[in-house]
């Protein structure tokens, strides 16, 4: 199952989970912590609306296609060679 | 509140644009390529912006918002979880799908499980799903068409199915590809737009989370923190997890984002159009938690409807609308996030967020009905049923379809059965537990069997809609588990544990039923992959 699937879509899953499911387990742990001051204001707005739900998602699917386009570049280029 | 000509002259600008681009484009969709998969021939910007105006909907542009509005911050994590879902897609089901390069959604079943049943058994749930997307965009339309007229409700369906059905009539995918991209740039402007303007009225986020907490003191509340959670749905983890997961694997398998990877270039733009719509849908998203977190205050300081007797707070505001202008149904809190625009009195803001409401619910309409229409004319009535009129005149027996569609859809947009983001969770739930994992599993693993596929289909559609019915019956909510006791019910959103059932139940299908053969899996399968 998943045989060829490169190895960055995995990295990039562990990454954007890793993250929200990180922050879920403190929010589960750490009483009020969306309210906590991080930055001057409430922390929700910065691990969750600015990083968890615009940046990380953004960098998943910028390094995905951009992975895969060098990958294909390098292929070309040693088919070349040969 | 009369009608503003300034939000009027929004509306016209935005529908000129549209028309002009649809008239550029008239002679580009004369074709059956060009009609259903828009020639294969969008870039990679185009496309993302394309991309994100159809898979996000009134379900998002107004349901999101009200849900913040009902469930409160916890509520944020499934529009986290929504926007982390679309990353996926680029390696999961984008690449893989163009490099294959089908016409239509229930081309790869077909292929895949080497039967032509099989269109007509992953229809089923498509069809579902896709009546109920088209009767969410007609409802959020005409809202959109109720703020900016003060028009009746009934009226207001009337009107936007008929802009819908000219819109999808004379376009085709072409035109509605194209116009979708600017849809999708019209409705992030006008989402981030009006966040910049909450923001601003508040003095900052500080100021926004001082207002929210000084109307909704349990606005922030999480399970296990508190001793009132912000919601009763909200009071556990299943339901903030729950939530995360209802639409997180949506831009992987849903069938009108699906097809819209078929239109791009080549394999690099497709991969590169779902980059460009997290851009477009996260900034869109962004600007939609910060409308949702402040609507019920700013209704509540500052709707003109306020100061009426007898109205004392934001759901006395949305009654008044019901009984005022006929809203029918759960879909009358949809309003929310029209109401808190109306609340910032400004009709340069409330015209660019009416233009932009009515880009995300045309677009989500058009994708959805040549969906459908496709489903219908070319793939059920011509490769299922043998005929030929699909192949002949294909653009004459889409467009019946589509009136079909359109007029089916109005009828039952008269009395929505559900808030538009109720019905939007049900669909997803659905077609993913259902199609989902044939499709899937069908690209990344080759023991995926064709019996496997029929009988997941089957019994998954069977399952998630009926258990969600029956939740939304008797337990008064499609958001509590549907066996669960009354006086203890369990938060499980829109039954959502069948996604993860469905892939289960289907892997053990397959393993217990005969491979397909080793020139389908190859053709199929492996050979669409990455060549690592």
């Given at each position: 199952m998943f045989k060829g699937m490169p190895k960055i879509f995995w990295i990039g899953m562990a990454i954007m989970y890793g993250w929200c499911f990180l922050f879920m387990f403190l929010e589960m742990t750490i009483p009020g912590l969306p309210l906590k001051r991080f930055l001057g204001v409430p922390a929700c707005y910065i691990y969750n609306w600015i990083i968890g739900l615009f940046l990380i998602n953004v960098l998943v699917s910028f390094i995905f296609y951009r992975s895969?386009?060098?990958?294909?570049?390098?292929?070309?280029?040693?088919?070349?060679?040969? | 509140m009369g009608v503003n000509p300034i939000v009027i002259l929004g509306s016209?600008?935005?529908?000129?644009?549209?028309?002009?681009?649809?008239?550029?484009?008239?002679?580009?969709?004369l074709n059956a390529s060009d009609y259903y998969v828009a020639g294969r021939k969008v870039g990679a910007f185009v496309n993302g912006s394309a991309l994100a105006a159809t898979y996000f909907s009134p379900a998002s542009f107004l349901g999101l918002p009200a849900f913040i509005f009902i469930l409160g911050y916890p509520f944020w994590w499934a529009l986290v979880g929504i926007i982390g879902g679309m990353p996926i897609a680029t390696l999961l089901t984008a690449a893989p799908?163009?490099?294959?390069?089908?016409t239509s959604f229930t081309d790869y079943y077909a292929d895949r499980y080497d039967t032509k049943w099989m269109r007509l058994v992953a229809g089923i749930p498509?069809?579902?799903?896709?009546?109920?997307?088209?009767?969410?965009?007609?409802?959020?339309?005409?809202?959109?068409?109720?703020?900016?007229?003060?028009?009746?409700?009934?009226?207001?369906?009337?009107?936007?199915?008929?802009?819908?059905?000219?819109?999808?009539?004379y376009g085709g995918m072409v035109a509605t590809t194209f116009s979708t991209a600017f849809q999708g740039i019209a409705m992030t402007v006008a989402s981030v737009l009006a966040a910049g303007y909450v923001i601003a009225h508040y003095g900052g986020l500080n100021?926004?989370?001082?207002?929210?907490?000084?109307?909704?003191?349990?606005?922030?509340?999480?399970?296990?923190?508190?001793?009132?959670?912000?919601?009763?749905?909200?009071?556990?983890?299943?339901g903030v997890v729950g939530f995360f997961f209802v639409w997180h694997f949506g831009f992987s398998a849903m069938p009108y984002t699906v097809v819209r990877f078929f239109t791009t270039q080549d394999i690099k733009s497709a991969r590169r159009s779902v980059f460009w719509a997290v851009i477009i849908g996260g900034l869109m998203y962004c600007g939609l938690i910060i409308i949702?977190?402040?609507?019920?205050?700013?209704?509540?300081?500052?709707?003109?409807?306020?100061?009426?007797?007898?109205?004392?707070?934001?759901?006395?505001v949305f009654k008044h609308m019901q009984t005022a202008y006929g809203v029918a149904g759960a879909s009358v809190t949809d309003y929310s996030m029209i109401a808190a625009m109306e609340a910032l009195n400004s009709p340069f803001l409330?015209?660019?967020?009416?233009?932009?409401?009515?880009?995300?619910?045309?677009?989500?309409?058009?994708?959805?009905?040549?969906?459908?229409?496709?489903?219908?004319?070319?793939?059920?009535?011509?490769?299922?049923?043998?005929?030929?009129?699909?192949?002949?005149?294909?653009?004459?027996?889409?467009?019946?379809?589509?009136?079909?569609?359109?007029?089916?859809?109005?009828?039952?947009?008269?009395?929505?059965?559900?808030?538009?983001?109720?019905?939007?969770?049900?669909?997803?739930?659905?077609?993913?537990?259902?199609?989902?994992?044939?499709?899937?599993?069908?690209i990344w693993w080759a023991r995926a069997t064709t019996a496997a596929a029929f009988i997941n289909i089957i019994v998954m559609t069977i399952l998630s809609t009926g258990s969600w019915m029956?939740?939304?019956?008797?337990?008064?909510?499609?958001?509590?588990?549907?066996?669960?006791?009354?006086?203890?019910?369990?938060?499980?959103?829109?039954?959502?544990?069948?996604?993860?059932?469905?892939?289960?139940?289907?892997i053990i299908i397959s393993l217990m039923t005969k491979p397909n053969s080793e020139e389908v899996i190859k053709k199929y399968s492996l050979d669409i992959r990455p060549d690592l």
């Open positions: 895969e386009e060098k990958r294909e570049e390098l292929k070309a280029q040693t088919k070349a060679k040969v | 016209v600008l935005y529908f000129a644009v549209i028309f002009w681009i649809g008239w550029s484009s008239r002679k580009a969709s799908l163009r490099k294959y390069a089908p498509t069809l579902i799903g896709g009546l109920a997307y088209v009767i969410l965009s007609i409802v959020g339309t005409a809202l959109f068409l109720l703020a900016i007229l003060k028009l009746n409700f009934t009226f207001s369906v009337i009107l936007a199915s008929v802009v819908i059905f000219l819109y999808i009539y100021g926004l989370t001082d207002a929210t907490l000084s109307i909704s003191p349990n606005f922030f509340n999480l399970p296990y923190v508190s001793a009132a959670p912000s919601h009763a749905i909200m009071a556990s983890w299943t949702g977190t402040g609507a019920r205050v700013l209704v509540e300081q500052l709707h003109p409807l306020m100061q009426t007797e007898g109205i004392a707070n934001a759901m006395d409330l015209s660019v967020v009416a233009a932009g409401g009515l880009a995300i619910a045309m677009a989500t309409a058009a994708g959805w009905t040549m969906v459908l229409n496709i489903l219908l004319g070319r793939d059920l009535m011509g490769k299922v049923f043998g005929s030929t009129l699909p192949e002949e005149k294909p653009v004459m027996v889409t467009r019946v379809m589509t009136t079909v569609v359109l007029v089916l859809c109005m009828l039952l947009s008269f009395n929505p059965p559900a808030l538009v983001l109720d019905i939007s969770g049900a669909a997803f739930v659905v077609i993913l537990c259902s199609v989902g994992p044939p499709l899937i599993l069908g029956y939740a939304n019956r008797v337990l008064k909510s499609a958001h509590w588990f549907f066996l669960s006791d009354p006086a203890n019910k369990i938060s499980t959103p829109h039954q959502v544990y069948w996604v993860f059932v469905g892939f289960i139940f289907f």
